[in-house]
Every structure is written in C-alpha cells, then in structure tokens.
C-alpha cells in the first residue's frame, strides 16, 4: 500500500524525467526483463497476465497515464510486498525503463 501511495505521488508530479532514455537500450532491456522479471511479471508485449497475483504486467505500466521515465525508475526502486529485494545497476535501470516505454501501444 505505501509503495502505491509513493508512486501515485510520483505520477502527480507529472512528466518531469531525471532518468535519459536516449542512451538506453531496448533489447538489453527486454533480455533483462525476461531473465529477471518474467518469474512474477508478464513482460511481453501483448501479455495481460502475470503468473505471481498482484504482480502488475508491463504492457499494463507502460500504457499507465502519467507513467513517465521518472515514475518508472521509483516503481522499480520501490519494494513490492512479494518482490524480491531487486537492485538495477543505473544502465540496466535505463534499459528496463526504455523497453517499458516501447510497450506502449497508444497513439
């Protein structure tokens, strides 16, 4: 509950980035999500389901209103109750922020 209350402060904040998506890459970012985070969250794109309840998909984010680079990088910085204690090295953050922001399938 308190990592949701933090991150709908963050999207209140509205589309000011800190996080550059501009040097990141997709591809690494996808492999990442795959190897690490496709064990609770559907990663792909189209999925709509994740195999660990409550685990929010990445199509899902990505398609959030108000989901910037900079709400992203909190979200995953924040502990989740049934998320292992994960730490992004910044490139790898960078990575798995671009691949999320590709998800987005709105015009």
């Known amino acids: 509950m308190k990592s949701m209350m933090l991150l709908a402060a963050v999207l209140a904040l509205g589309p ?3 996080i550059h998506a ?5 591809a690494a970012g996808k492999a990442y999500a795959e190897a690490v985070c496709a ?12 195999s660990e309840f409550g685990a929010t998909p990445f199509q899902e984010l990505a398609e959030r209103p108000g989901m910037t680079e900079y709400a992203l990088s909190v979200w995953l910085q924040t502990s989740h109750p049934t998320m292992p204690d994960i ?21």
Do not use: F, W
């Open 16 to 18: 000011t980035s800190e």
């Open 22 to 26: 501009q040097d990141a890459d997709i």
């Open 39 to 50: 064990k609770c969250h559907a990663v792909l794109a189209g999925e709509d389901l994740s």
């Open 87 to 107: 730490v992004l090295e910044q490139d790898e953050m960078r990575n798995v922020i671009a691949y999320i922001r590709s998800l987005d399938r709105r015009p």
